[in-house]
Nanobody
Framework: QVQLVESGGGLVQPGGSLRLSCAASRSIFARNIMGWHRQAPGKERELVAGIISSDRTNYSDSVKGRFTITRDNAKNMVYLQMNNLKPEDTAVYYC?????????WGQGTQVTVSS
């Protein structure tokens, strides 16, 4: 069993930045995939970014070049640095980890991009 707790969401103006953090309740092996999905009102949940290691990451086309995912295995943390935010990035962001054949999810953190 793994519990995930996200933090760092909030209200930001277009062009601004936010950094999301996700803390796992137990040690996550370095080879386990961690990452972020998001869900906007009326839309399906979509992958934002995933990471196995610093040289093994993937991003949705809509965030490439603006978002950066990193992880700190010693602290059981995964981060999402979001720059040049746009109104269409408004959503609830969910952290996930694929561990021992099961996908675990956090409770989500709201990101709102509005002027």
């Amino acid at each position: 069993q793994v519990q995930l707790v996200e933090s760092g969401g909030g209200l930001v103006q277009p062009g601004g930045s936010l950094r999301l953090s996700c803390a796992a309740s137990r040690s996550i092996f370095a080879r386990n995939i961690m990452g972020w999905h998001r869900q906007a009102p009326g839309k399906e949940r979509e992958l934002v970014a995933g990471i196995i290691s610093s040289d093994r990451t993937n991003y949705s086309d809509s965030v490439k070049g603006r978002f950066t995912i990193t992880r700190d295995n010693a602290k059981n943390m995964v981060y999402l640095q979001m720059n040049n935010l746009k109104p269409e990035d408004t959503a609830v962001y969910y952290c996930y980890v694929y561990f021992n054949g099961v996908t675990y999810w956090g409770q989500g953190t709201q990101v709102t991009v509005s002027s």
